[in-house]
């Protein structure tokens, strides 16, 4: 099974909407059976918290299921259970990198760095906007799913 992991701070608006939308391409390109998506925070607020309301209606609107997804603190022991651990700016990679003891490892990667955005995917919780942040979920999905079907001849 190859294991992704999505991290944002809080865990409540990126990483869940990026986890539901992987698995939706997933389940899509018939490859559920073979990678298996997670989602954590660098922060503890939200821990046991259901997603924000507007990542879950940004995925009802677009049919995406939603469920069992549950706030979570990133911890030491995912770098060993993940093989790809997604962040969605500059500081939860710095975040990332220090609370898993890992200053610079390839499995470490900044979510638009796959991409043509070369950004950090903005914050809805402070933008508001989570159609802008949608979007350039749903191409980062993409294009990740495509790095992982290249890397694991699948
Ligand atoms: P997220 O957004 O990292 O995309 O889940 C945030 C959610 C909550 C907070 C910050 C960012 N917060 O400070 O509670």
Known sequence: MIRVLFVCLGNICRSPMAEAVLRE?????GLSHKVEVDSAGTGNWHVGNNPHP??????KDNAIPADGMIG??????????????IGMDETNIADIRSMLGQPDHP???RFLDLTDHLKD???????GDFEETYELVNDGCEALLAKIRKDHEI
């Open 72 to 85: 979570r603190q990133l911890n030491k022991g995912d770098f060993d259970e993940f093989d790809y651990i």
């Open 107 to 109: 499995k470490i990667l």
């Open 121 to 127: 995917v903005p914050d809805p919780y402070y933008t």
């Open 25 to 29: 391409q997933l389940d899509r390109q």
């Open 54 to 59: 507007g990542t879950l209606k940004i995925l």
